[in-house]
């Protein structure tokens, strides 16, 4: 009876109110949180109400199931009233997304929220005021704002999105204070660790992102109580930070500031070394056969007293060596001692060598060098008359063994160590002996009190460049080598030119060597700058040996060099500079044999990337600009490549790099030209297209499969050839299947590059295209031919490329310059461009960054884009990883980013050709 009016199913919503919900957004100690009114503003209950639109139930639904799942959670915490029936949304934060899209979503005045249309970034802004820095948080200029979530900001009414801030956003207020006298360093270091995607103002200060450090793990020896118990604290330690500071916050980034330049350098923190050199500590202290002889309670450890005499007869000189010390003279009781031993010398010394006597003083007692090496080498301590043991720390005697030769007894000091050993060596001895040396380093300080006339130069030399010719100068007056680093496009040529016009005349010869592609950009720049100043090109095949006999400044190629050295080397010249110095990086090349056989008193070196593969090119180049300062290549090897690339010595690293820090001078641009605009690096990923997969996996299967053998049987070592033959066909396929497959298989690269060129001539801009093959050239061509695209090319075939420049700089119809990587990374101003794609990019870091320089250089006004192109789950991708792994070392050495070693480990080949 009556079928058709029977429910097709029963629910006691068919009971509940249906009314108008709304979703009130309300703050409670800067949490927020949801309350749920009806129309009439009564509060609700979600499990006795429906809302009258279905979305707004799908909302009631969602907050029903947290509150479900809430019931299962216990809040020990929970002080206020009724705080665990409050919906708070940064527990529930995606609901948010659900609210925004409610008519009913509003604020406590009744306006409803929005959803702001675009994504705003919070910023740190820090300010001084009357002598005191004080901090406020900030976003499109408005302080008005309460933070929803990691993800969301609430502002007048609407809803923001920003970038995910990290789970402490809800203390992000707690920064806007007043900073203590001294603490803007301790400030930005818990900012750096508990907030993320916050840009940072300091006034007048610039931020640097800078490599990782490791904190220094610390033992403080604090007492020896009254029942003979040695009690130890143990933690880290930096320099400019407090013991308990990294106790006290989970700190993972650190923040350096130099007062007087004016920098804020950020570092990431690495605890992997203090962390093992604990873990070392206490398998040491657990492997002793009675426990009960210590106590360890987290970061407290009590020994009793025979335990801790033991242990530290034995472990002492470990400890000495991994952790920073603190009250180590509490040990006097145990006849133990830490002392800083000391070299006293009877020398004479000249620019070059030291030589005579050395012997060791500690503690007022005198050993000879070979003595001490033999008591320490034995029992890692020396025993004194009193009976004491001296420990001794590692790192001196690991210095001391670089400059005695134990099997001839003999020391190997030259002048070039003196900032090396100084610290080893007695105060009144270092003032007396070393005099004259000291005064020349010191000098280094005052290089702006350095005599320069400009006024003969044709420019205006910014005051780095002013700076850096007095530094070449101040070198040239005392003999020394040096190689000017600057980043490409700083004008290192324009300096080195004022050099040559501060110290020509008529009775000194010049030489200029450089890459055959510069040779005319030297004569205009001297032309430009110098006009009054002669000189002769010694090159191409007609060339007249009689200039130098005519002429005082010659500018050559290192080809040219290299073929007629047999008569260059009996030339005297007073000076001698290379241009793009890396020419001499390989110390076996015809090249850099000829030049170490130039005759001139004083040599200089330009170079924007100095170092490109490994340590052994800084030893080729300080073989020709200072020879005395490294001895023999087995030497360089034994004292510094294999400490430093084979064993991660971070000491000898330093030590490397005080020794040749005053000898190499490196400005970048982001540093000294804060006019020059903006330089955006991005990386643009490319799938492969089905058939050239199949082609890379079939090849990369194949080579994994002989390389395995031929590693097997031959070793790593012996195998380089063959590995590189197998990577660059690999890459080579990623970036140019074409050439593998009569052009059946067509590069998903090619169209990723067309795509963003036709954008870019679109909008009446220019681009360059670097790239290391020829064949990708010609296939560019035809892209950019099709689309009715002008260009240009330059290859190393191209003869005029000056010409080609020109075109490209002032004729508007040549939109796309393309070059080889090798070719149009050195000396070429292309600033008419302001996009740069590298196609096929690979190890060489800094090659890329020189070709980027091109067109992000002295002259540029707008901002510069730079695009790397790399396939996706090929050999490209995994190299990049490679590299950041790799990039550390000579950042360490002289801190730019230019090491990618191409000798390839087994290790690396397995990850680069594995699955």
């Known amino acids: 009876m009556f079928e058709s009016l029977k429910r097709k199913h029963f629910s006691f919503d068919d009971y509940r109110v249906k009314d108008k919900i709304y979703f009130i957004l309300k703050f409670e100690n800067e949490r927020s949180y949801i309350e749920l009114r009806d129309s009439k503003g009564k509060k609700v209950d979600t499990d006795a109400v429906i809302a009258t639109n279905e979305y707004d139930n799908s909302i009631l639904q969602k907050i029903n199931e947290i509150k479900e799942k809430d019931e299962f959670n216990i809040n020990w915490d929970d002080e206020i009233e009724n705080k665990s029936e409050r919906l708070y949304l940064d527990n529930n934060s995606f609901l948010v997304d659900y609210l925004l899209k409610s008519e009913s979503f509003i604020n406590e005045n009744k306006m409803k929220i929005e959803l702001a249309e675009e994504e705003i970034n919070l910023e740190l802004i820090i300010e001084k005021v009357e002598e005191k820095f004080k901090a406020k948080i900030n976003f499109n200029n408005n302080l008005d704002y309460k933070i929803i979530s990691q993800t969301h900001l609430y502002s007048n009414g609407k809803i923001y999105l920003i970038k995910n801030i990290g789970d402490n956003y809800q203390q992000l207020k707690e920064f806007e204070v007043e900073i203590k006298d001294g603490y803007l360093n301790k400030f930005l270091s818990i900012f750096y660790s508990y907030f993320t995607n916050i840009k940072c103002q300091v006034e007048g200060f610039s931020i640097k992102k800078i490599n990782s450090i490791s904190l220094k793990p610390v033992i403080v020896f604090e007492k020896i109580d009254v029942d003979k118990y040695l009690h130890l604290k143990i933690g880290l330690n930096l320099d400019n930070y407090d013991f308990e500071f990294f106790k006290e916050f989970n700190i993972k980034k650190v923040v350096d500031i130099n007062e007087k330049s004016k920098d804020i350098y950020i570092r990431e923190v690495d605890y992997n070394k203090s962390v093992q050199a604990f873990d070392d500590l206490f398998k040491m202290l657990k492997k002793s056969k009675d426990k009960s002889e210590f106590f360890i309670d987290n970061d407290y450890i009590i020994m009793s007293n025979n335990f801790a005499k033991e242990f530290l007869q034995k472990k002492l000189h470990y400890l000495i060596n991994h952790f920073e010390l603190y009250g180590s003279e509490k040990l006097n009781e145990y006849k133990i001692k830490i002392s800083k031993p000391k070299l006293t010398f009877g020398l004479s010394s000249s620019i070059d060598y030291f030589e005579g006597d050395m012997e060791i003083n500690i503690e007022d007692e005198t050993f000879s060098v070979v003595n001490f090496l033999k008591m320490y080498n034995k029992d890692k301590y020396i025993k004194l008359t009193d009976n004491s043991n001296v420990i001794i720390e590692k790192k001196f005697v690991d210095k001391l063994n670089r400059i005695f030769d134990e099997k001839k007894g003999e020391f190997n000091v030259s002048f070039y160590d003196l900032p090396v050993i100084e610290e080893m060596i007695e105060t009144q001895q270092l003032k007396t002996v070393f005099s004259k040396e000291i005064e020349v380093y010191e000098g280094f300080n005052e290089i702006e009190k350095v005599d320069l006339n400009l006024k003969e130069v044709d420019a205006e030399l910014r005051n780095y460049q002013e700076y850096g010719t007095k530094w070449l100068k101040y070198l040239y007056e005392n003999r020394l080598g040096g190689c000017l680093a600057d980043d490409m496009g700083l004008g290192k040529t324009l300096q080195a030119i004022a050099l040559i016009k501060n110290i020509y005349t008529d009775k000194k010869k010049i030489v200029i060597v450089v890459p055959t592609s510069l040779i005319y950009n030297w004569e205009n720049e001297l032309k430009k700058f110098t006009p009054d100043l002669e000189y002769a090109i010694y090159y191409g095949n007609n060339r007249d040996f009689k200039v130098f006999e ?35 990086k390989n110390i076996n090349s015809q090249i850099s044999k000829a030049v170490l056989l130039i005759k001139a008193e004083n040599r200089f070196a330009l170079s924007g990337t100095p170092i490109e593969n490994h340590l052994g090119e800084l030893f080729s180049l300080f073989r020709f600009l200072n020879p005395k300062m490294f001895g023999t290549v087995n030497n360089f090897n034994k004292k510094y490549i ?7 010595n971070e000491d000898v690293s330093k030590e490397l790099k005080k020794k040749i820090y005053p000898f190499i001078l490196r400005r970048k641009k982001r540093d000294v030209l804060k006019e020059l605009p903006e330089k955006v690096e991005q990386t643009l990923y490319v799938d492969m297209n089905t058939k050239q997969k199949k082609l890379y996996n079939e090849r990369r299967i194949f080579f994994k499969e002989v390389l395995d053998k031929q590693i097997e049987r031959e070793g790593v070592k012996k195998s380089q050839f063959f590995i590189f033959q197998a990577l660059n066909e690999l890459r080579r396929i990623t970036s140019n299947p074409e050439s593998f497959s009569e052009n059946r298989i067509t590069s998903s690269k090619r169209d990723l590059l067309m795509e963003n060129l036709q954008d870019i001539v679109s909008n009446g801009r220019k681009a360059l295209v670097f790239t290391n093959f020829l064949n990708v050239i010609e296939k560019i061509e035809e892209d950019l031919t099709k689309e009715g695209i002008k260009y240009l090319v330059i290859t190393g075939a191209t003869k005029k490329r000056q010409e080609i420049v ?24 292309l600033t008419a461009a302001d996009s740069v794609f590298i196609f096929d990019p690979w190890w060489n870091v800094s090659a890329e960054q020189q070709a980027i320089d091109r067109a992000h250089r002295i002259g540029q006004d707008k901002t510069v884009f730079s695009y790397k192109i790399i396939t996706k789950d090929s050999i490209e991708e995994k190299i990049e990883l490679l590299q950041k792994k790799k990039r550390e070392l000579i950042e360490n050495i002289i801190e730019e980013d230019t090491m990618m070693s191409k000798s390839i480990s087994e290790s690396d080949l397995e ?5």
């Open 550 to 584: 005519e002429n005082k400044i010659f500018i050559t190629t290192y080809g040219v060099l290299r073929n007629d050295i047999g008569r260059i080397k009996d030339i005297e010249f007073d000076t001698a500079i290379l241009d793009e110095s890396q020419n001499i």
């Open 642 to 648: 294999v400490p430093i690339q084979k064993e991660g």
């Open 806 to 829: 020109n075109l490209f700089q002032n004729e508007e119809e040549y939109k796309v310059l393309i070059m080889t990587l090798k070719t149009g990374g050195v000396g070429l101003n």
């Open 911 to 915: 990850y680069i050709l594995g699955e």
